[in-house]
Every structure is written in C-alpha cells, then in structure tokens.
C-alpha cells in the first residue's frame, strides 16, 4: 500500500516525511483490535487502535467481510465504556465501517439511548451516525427525534440534526423535505452555526424550485439574518437569483442589488468582501454599480490583516481583467504591496498594476519585478509572465525592455510550465510585433543552446523553422539549429534536421550549406534522423519545376490535414503490396470526442503548435473487427482495446497473446493464437476462462477457432458481460484447449484422428486503467483551468525506493494508462524533483486530467507524489486516486 506523506513544515516546503503510520500493516492492527474484547477496557490503548483502523480505512485499505464483521462486533462492546474521548471514536469507527442492515440493528438501541442521553456530545454526534447508517425505514422512527433535535437549545445538537438532513436529502428527500417548518425555525436562531447549516438546508429543500429561492432570498434580505457565515451564504444564493432574473427579464433592471450593496456597510469582514466579491461578479456590471465595492476592496489594501489583503487584491486583479479603469485608483495602495511579506500578495498585486498602468509606469514596475521573481513559486511565477505579455501586447512600443525581462528570467532556473510559459509569451509578441521578430528568435536561440526539456526545444525549432527564413539575416540562425543535431537526444536532432531543411528551401543562398549539413546527419545513429535527412536532401535535390516546388514547399510548411491517430493507424493497416500507400485515403474525421478545453475569451491560444488530441476510441480495425462478428455486434461503441498481453513465454510451442476489448457493458478478450510446430495441426481451438476471481463479469458469449496450422496466425475470443459504466475489474485463468492433429512434414498429409490436449496460459487481469483511454491536450494549463475545482482530488504517495526519478514517472504513466501531456513524461537526468502532466477519458465520456509531482529523497533515494486530479465527475477524480493506492 502506498504510503502518505506530510510536510515538516512552511520554512521547508520542499522537504517531506514519514507520517506517523508509516509502516502499520492491516493484520497487525486487527490482532491489536483484539483489546477491544478486554474485561477491563483501556480506553486510551483502544482509541489508539480504532485511530489506526480509521488510518487504513481513509487510505482505501479494504476489509474483508468477516474481517468488517468482527471489527464492528468488538467495537460496539465499547458502548460500556463511559470514556468521552473513547466514545467520540466509536461513532468516527461505525460511520466509517459502514455497517450492514442486519448490523445497524446491533448498534441502533446505543446510538438511539445516546441520542436522548443528557450528554449533548453523546445526543449530536449519534444523530449523526444514525443518520449516515441506517436506511428510510429506520429513518421514519427516528424522524420525530431529528425534528426535536433541530429546535434543540443547544447549537450543537441542532446544528448535528441539520447537518445529517443535508446529507440525508440526498437518499431520503421525500422524508425531510418534511421538515421544512422546524428548518425555518432553525433559521431564527441565535446561534451563528445553527443559522448557517438551517439556511443551507432549507435551500438544498428548495433548489429545484426557482419560485421557491426568490422567495426565501426576498424574506431573509430584510434583515433577519445574524450570523456572518449565513449572511454569506444568503449573498451567494442571492448572485445566483439575481443571475436567474437576468436570464429571464429583459426590463435591465438589476433586483437585490441595494441588498447586496448593504452588505459592504456590514461590521464583519467576511460578509463585505463576500458581497463586493458577488457585485464585482454581476453579468454586466457597470461602473457605477463597480464603484461601492471598489472602494471597500481598497480599504483593506492597507489592512494589517494578511487574509485581507489577499482577499482584496485577488478579487481586484479579477475585476482589472474586464474594467481595468474601475481598478485605477487603487493603484498607489497596490504598489506598496509590492515589498509585502507575503508574495502571494506581491504577485496578485503587481499584475494587477500591469493590467490597470500606464505606458509610462512599465520600466518602473520592470525594476521592481525583477527584484522579488526569485522569491516567489513557479506558479506565481507563471501569473506574472502572463501579465507581462498581456501589457507588451497592450503598449507594443515598450517591447525592447519587456522582451529583454522574458529573456533575463528564461535563462533561470524554473521548471516546465514555467518556462513554457516564458517562451510561449515570446512567441506572441513575435508573432504580433514584427519588430520584435529578430531579437526574440535569438532569444529562443540562446534558449534551446541550454534547454533540459525536449518538447519545448522541438516546438522552438518548428517556430524557427517557420519564423527564420523571413528575416532579414537566416544566415545567423544555422549555428543554433545545427549544435542541436551534436549535442542533443535523438529527438531534437529530428527536429533540428526538419528545420534545416525548411531554411534550405526558403533561402536559396543557404541551399548549398545546407545540404552539406544535411549529408553529415545521414550517418546518424538514429533511424528517423537519417530517413528525415535522406528524405530532404532528395527535396532539396529537386527538378526546380514549379510543380515539384510547389509541392516540397506544402510538405515542408504546410499543415498535415488528416489527424494523425488516423494516419497512424491506417499504417498499421496498410499491407505492403504492389500498390503505394495513399495518405490521400487516410479518414480526415476523428470518429470520437476528443478532450477539448473552453479558450477564455479573449485569449490568443498558445503560441507553439502543440499536437491535436487523440480520440477516445480503440483502433478503427479492431472496431471494423468486432463489429463484423454477429455475437459481439450489439456490444455498442467500442471504448478501447489495450495493447496485446503476452499469456506464453518466448520459444515455447504455442504463443498466445491477448487484448482486452472494453465496451460500457462487456469485455471481449481476443486471444491471438500461433502454433509454432511445423508437425502440428490444432483445430477446435478455444480458451478456456475462469471468472471466479472477477465476480461482476458473466460469460455471454464465445467463439473458438476451428483451425490453427503451423505459423498461421488466427484468433479466438470470449466475451463478458459487466455492470454498464462500471470499471469493473477481476483476474481471468486462460487455459488452450485443442485437438491435436500430426502433419507429415514431407507431404502435408494430416492425420484423420487427433488428441484432445490442453495448454495452460497466464492469467489475464482487467483493471481499473483499462477504463482511460489517453487522450492528448493542446493547452494543459487550459484544460486544468476549465474544469471544476470542486471535482479536485489530491493527495500524497511514498511510491518507495527507486533508481530514479524517470522510474518512477514511467511505472505512473503505465499505471494510470493515460496520454503525458507537453513532453513532461521526459525526466531530466539527475532530476531531484520533476513535474509530470496527464490527461485522458474515463469510461462514460468522462475527461480527467492529472497533475503528477515527484521528488526523490537524495539519501534513501526513497519517491514521493503528490497527485492532483481534476475531471467532470468528482468520483472519477477518486477513482483514479483508487487506482494510485491500490498499485
């Protein structure tokens, strides 16, 4: 199982350890549970035991049936305990045990004792057990109890009651929808966390009706809200009625808007910055309306309070974005948080000030930036380089002092996205002032003389490729392309021989140099550097017709017009023969939805041409295959077919492989069979499963192989039937059965009777990665930005000694079977830390992308994760973590 990690602490952020149950093991803890059944109880030595229980529960360690049983059985022995603290962690232990309805029964009389017990911990944290375990029948007996609780005096007791509604609404929202009478009461409450969790509640009640909202937001805005953290939520459901009217009425008029401006005069902090957040929010929001919560955003600029400040300078940085002149005035307040302490600060306010300044403010604000860059992480790092390209673009004459800023920080330290970020921002302004082109194409230059990343030294090389032969000296580039094809890995110097080539054709006085370039790199030691240098010089050799030139200058600049999953593919298909390969012939259509991001608007796509997605679909052949069986026709759309497993070792008399099929209801498993003895006939070939380790699959159908003569090929399937859009997983026992027929090696004559024999194979596995399929992203950045952060899942993994750190992104790839994104799948050598980019669709449609983050403990050489995923449904967003945890 893999193990957690935590940070030591804020001064060394960089530094991870052990947490305190590293080692603990699921077998040793269930032998210490053992103390539960004491005569006299420990209570302190229990709680240990039932904290390291929760501790492999939380980690997604899985208890058997029995083992759960016996856990729950000597836990609620517990009950006899009058511990407090002890009690405290047999409600957390039930909750998380999830208990069966024949064993909620053995806990329901305690918990229910303990709901009307005279201890207000015992009443507030059993209501919230039973109303996590039990189901609606059970519900309807206690559902008088949880009404009383609601009203109860004491705040933790009610806000118990409404905190287990909201999750019971859920699964049960006819029964407490009930209860809407004693929620409205709630609401009335003094106390500030009663008043919150009714209000949410009664909203959760009535959020399917639109009606409904308008109404509670119109009786709660006249004042009858207390509590700070209410009143916050009032706000928000209050942006969202008013975002509802604007959808539906055409009179212009903005309602709630004075309450909404009442609330910036509110004496709590969190309640003024929740509403001048939601006015500076509004569709459409004028200048006017703009200027009351401008004004209280920049009071707090001064405020000595750290949250603030923060709070205030992000959501004016937000505000600058689309009404940089509103922001202005607050500019002189900005600048002194420019030396703040806290450079998250530092840095929202100085793009702000690069967002919302003058032409004539830029060099003083380029000083003052280049003094804190080394302070700040590369995220913030990233934030500012934005901005910096946003202003060149908005003042172009200024482009000398910026373009030299982008230059000064690419040759620093910084990781991946950081530098991309840099470069990217290059491109633009190359791409947009013209008089930038010649110093910046030097600049990436001088970059790629030093780059320790290979997908931004090609993308550089193909925009020099591009850019180079129209400036005014080409000439002064060949020298940085050409060390590329010495002093670096075999796919740079691919790419550095394609651009040579394209200056060979765009400049005619460089053609002879060029070609002489070109003949040292066909003795290459890497084949696509030689085909790529052979196929060029035979280009650059050319007739000199206009047609021949025409058509060189469409390979060499043009854009490839098919997608190239298709080309790939119909490669793999295509059959040598008389006849040549066609690309004309090639689909220009991607049959499946690729991952596609929403571009902000506004916002020019990256600079470099990044590659297009690839589809979410298995191979055409395979699908054309399948499709043309009649028992697996009716199996829908395929989602994927996984590359072939080897179920023989090498050099034996039968080599079979499989590849699993994956559709949203069955897996068809193809097995490719080859009879390797030329004495040897095999006919009724069929492979003999065993599902008894994958209890979610059913056998639906199979088609065995009548004939398989010597070193011919042929295929054999089984197919299963599972939960649909379940990743449903399980291991499958293949046995090769056969009758055997002797061959005269002479004649070919084959033997009339034959033997009936059987070959025993390795097992195949189905699991949870063969439900993504990778699926490639342009913009990473875009596609993490444009998904919902409420579907984030992260957390951290020891993923245990290794050699290096290149290991160790490999075994995660392979792991989670999705598509690295921006060439973050190559470590540099010698890397301590490295940051590794994924995407891809899980079954159901459902796109995911994944941040990876490892370093590597110099010493033990021991390799820590962190894994952050985003996707459209936040139980994929788990299940890929599952998958981490599990391998």
């Not at 805005?221 to 009425?249: E, F, K, W």
């Not at 095999?682 to 209890?695: C, G, H, I, K, P």
């Not at 399980?730 to 046995?735: I, Y």
Request: net charge negative.
């Amino acid at each position: 199982m893999a193990q957690p990690l935590v940070k030591k602490d804020d001064d060394h952020d960089d530094e991870l350890e052990y947490s305190p149950f590293m080692g603990i093991e699921k077998g040793a803890v269930l032998q210490e549970a053992r103390v539960f059944n004491d005569p006299q109880l420990d209570p302190r030595r229990c709680s240990q035991v039932i904290t390291k229980l929760l501790y492999l529960l939380n980690q997604g360690e899985t208890f058997t049936k029995i083992e759960a049983t016996e856990v729950f059985f000597a836990v609620t022995k517990l009950f006899q305990s009058k511990d407090t603290g002890l009690r405290r962690m047999v409600y957390l232990i039930i909750k998380e045990l999830s208990p069966s309805a024949d064993e909620v029964i053995i806990v329901t009389s305690s918990l229910m004792k303990d709901m009307n017990s005279k201890i207000d911990m015992y009443r507030a944290n059993a209501i919230r057990v039973l109303c996590r375990i039990i189901d609606g029948t059970l519900l309807t007996q206690i559902e008088r109890y949880l009404k009383q609780a609601i009203v109860d005096k004491n705040p933790v007791v009610a806000s118990a009651a409404l905190v287990s509604g909201i999750h019971l609404l859920q699964t049960n929202p006819e029964i407490v929808k009930r209860w809407s009478n004693e929620v409205q009461e709630a609401i009335q409450s003094r106390a500030a966390l009663v008043q919150f969790h009714a209000l949410a509640l009664l909203h959760q009640i009535r959020q399917n009706d639109r009606l409904a909202v308008s109404k509670l937001v119109v009786s709660l805005t006249r004042g009858s809200v207390r509590s700070p953290l209410a009143q916050c939520l009032l706000i928000r459901y209050t942006s969202q009625v008013i975002r509802d009217m604007s959808n539906h009425s055409q009179s212009g008029e903005r309602p709630f808007y004075d309450f909404l401006e009442s609330c910036l005069r509110h004496k709590a902090e969190m309640v003024i910055l929740e509403a001048a957040r939601a006015i500076t929010e509004l569709d459409g929001v004028t200048s006017r309306e703009l200027t009351p919560a401008i004004t209280v955003l920049q009071l707090f600029l001064s405020s000595p309070k750290p949250v603030l400040r923060f709070a205030a300078v992000r959501t004016l940085n937000k505000v600058a974005m689309t009404h940089p002149m509103a922001v202005t005035n607050c500019n002189i307040d900005m600048e002194s948080l420019i030396s703040d302490q806290n450079r998250s600060i530092a840095t929202l306010a100085i793009t702000t000030l690069l967002k919302t300044g003058n032409e004539s403010s830029v060099e003083r604000l380029m000083k003052q930036i280049t003094n804190f860059m080394s302070d700040i992480a590369d995220e913030f790092k990233i934030v500012v380089v934005e901005a910096i390209r946003s202003l060149c673009l908005k003042f172009p004459l200024k482009y000398r002092s910026l373009m030299n800023f982008l230059s000064n920080i690419l040759r620093e330290e910084g990781g991946f996205e950081y530098k991309r970020a840099i470069v990217d921002s290059i491109v633009t302004v190359i791409r947009d002032i013209p008089d930038a082109k010649e110093g910046g194409l030097l600049h990436l230059c001088e970059f790629i003389e030093d780059c320790e990343f290979t997908y931004l030294s090609t993308q550089i090389l193909h925009f020099l490729g591009i850019e180079g032969p129209k400036t005014s000296d080409p000439n002064k580039y060949i020298r940085y392309i050409y060390n590329r094809v010495h002093l670096e890995n075999a796919t740079v110097r691919a790419a550095a021989v394609s651009t040579l080539a394209k200056f060979g054709f765009a400049v005619g006085s460089l053609k002879p140099r060029i070609t002489v370039l070109l003949k040292r790199c066909i003795y290459d030691s890497d084949d696509e550097v030689r085909d790529r240098a052979t196929l060029f010089l035979s280009i650059l050799a050319g007739d000199g017709s206009v047609d021949t030139d025409k058509d060189s200058k469409q390979f060499l600049f043009g854009s490839l017009d098919v997608p190239l999953i298709n080309l790939e593919t119909s490669l793999k298909n295509y059959e040598p023969s008389e006849e040549p390969f066609d690309v004309t012939l090639v689909p220009k259509e991607v049959k499946s939805q690729p991952l596609t991001e929403k571009k902000a608007h506004g916002k020019k796509p990256s600079g470099l041409g990044a590659p297009p997605a690839a589809p979410a679909s298995g191979s055409d052949a395979y699908e054309r295959l399948l499709s043309s069986i009649p028992e697996f026709a009716g199996f829908g759309k395929l989602f994927k077919s996984s590359s072939p497993v080897e179920l023989t070792e090498s050099e034996t008399e039968y080599a079979v492989n499989v590849v699993k099929h994956i559709f949203d209801s069955h897996v068809v498993f193809q097995y490719n069979c080859t009879n390797t003895i030329p004495e040897q006939l095999l006919e009724r070939v069929t492979v003999v499963v065993d599902a008894s380790d994958a209890e979610e699959f059913t056998e639906v159908a199979s088609k065995p192989l009548n004939s398989l003569p010597y070193d011919s090929p042929g295929q054999a399937y089984v197919a299963y039937e599972k939960p649909s859009g379940v990743p449903a997983v399980g291991k499958f026992s293949n046995t090769l059965a056969f009758v055997v027929k002797e061959v005269d090696a002479s004649t070919g004559e084959v033997e009339e009777e034959g033997v009936e024999d059987e070959y025993q194979l390795e097992d195949v596995e189905v699991v949870a990665a063969d439900y993504i399929v990778k699926v490639g992203v342009s913009n990473f950045r875009n596609a993490w930005e444009n998904m919902d952060p409420e579907n984030e899942h992260v957390d951290e993994y020891g993923l245990g000694p290794r050699e290096s750190l290149s290991d160790a992104v490999k075994a995660v790839i392979d792991l989670l079977g999705m598509q690295p994104c921006e060439g973050t799948e190559a470590v540099p050598s010698n890397a301590r830390s490295h940051t590794c980019l994924m995407s891809g669709v899980y079954i159901g449609n459902v796109k995911a992308v994944v941040k990876t983050q490892f370093g590597m403990d110099g010493k033990t050489k021991e390799i820590m994760m962190k894994l952050s995923v985003r996707s459209d449904d936040i139980s994929v967003s788990e299940a890929i973590h599952e998958i981490v945890a599990s391998g």
